[in-house]
């Protein structure tokens, strides 16, 4: 139901290569967001997404809103090892719900 | 740019024992949030905070919490009695907008061990 399934659960790749990561749910959403955690900290905001079939850019990132508000994906484009950590995709409920639900996190790790 | 402050970095307390965690949300945000993390698992949703009163929480938020805006900057998340089991990372959010309009800014978190 509320659950987010977020995949892969990891992913190791080489310095220069691209990235995808996607979130799937049977519930539909309202928005949609993608933070990155660095180990010991918070997570930061990285693309808020918000009507269906919005595809955004944030640098080298880009993500996009499934149309049916039920899944989203994430890209990265010529990965650096800074680009090292967690990255969570996360929703908030069709309904007016305030929770913010969140995947279980893609751990990312760069070969230099 | 604004951010979101919590302290204590880490909170190291006995079972039994009460527990303030404190957070300075963005000071234009309305909406104010509390999470947890327990280690390597994903991150959860305890309860929304607006106008002054709780506007959702979770089956996780029990009597055992409470949160409390005690001034205009402050928000806070009191564990009366910890058990082992709330050992975890309490990160504060907050957010311009409520009902999924505004993103949520979230804070460097609270590590709290229960021992």
């Known amino acids: 139901g509320q659950q987010l399934n977020q995949s892969p659960q990891s992913m190791f790749i080489q310095e220069g290569e691209d990235v995808s990561m996607n979130c799937t749910s049977s519930?539909?959403?309202?928005?949609w967001l993608w933070y990155k955690q660095d180990p010991g900290e918070g997570p930061v905001l990285l693309i808020a997404?918000?009507?269906?079939?919005e595809l955004t850019s944030n640098g080298r990132l880009t993500a996009q809103f499934g149309i049916t508000r039920k899944d989203s994906f994430l890209n990265i484009s010529a990965s650096i090892p800074s680009d090292v950590g967690i990255y969570f995709c996360a929703g908030q409920l069709q309904g007016g719900s305030e929770k913010l639900v969140f995947g279980k996190g893609t751990k990312l790790t760069v070969n230099p | 740019e604004p951010e979101v402050t919590q302290t204590p970095s880490h909170q190291v307390t006995q079972m039994g024992q009460e527990v303030i965690l404190r957070c300075v949300p963005i000071?234009?945000?309305?909406?104010f949030y509390w999470y947890r993390q327990i280690l390597g698992q994903k991150v959860e949703f305890l309860v929304s905070?607006?106008?002054?009163?709780?506007?959702?929480k979770s089956e996780i938020f029990d009597d055992q919490f409470s949160v409390e805006r005690p001034d205009g900057s402050n928000f806070t998340l009191k564990i009366r009695s910890t058990k082992l089991e709330d050992s975890a990372m309490y990160f504060c959010?907050?957010?311009?907008?409520?009902?999924?309009?505004?993103?949520?800014?979230f804070g460097n978190g609270t590590r709290l061990t229960v021992t």
């Open positions: 000071s234009n945000h309305l909406y």
């Open positions: 997404l918000y009507k269906a079939g």
């Open positions: 959010a907050s957010s311009e907008i409520g009902g999924g309009k505004s993103p949520l800014h």
């Open positions: 905070f607006y106008n002054n009163e709780i506007s959702e």
């Open positions: 519930s539909i959403f309202n928005t």
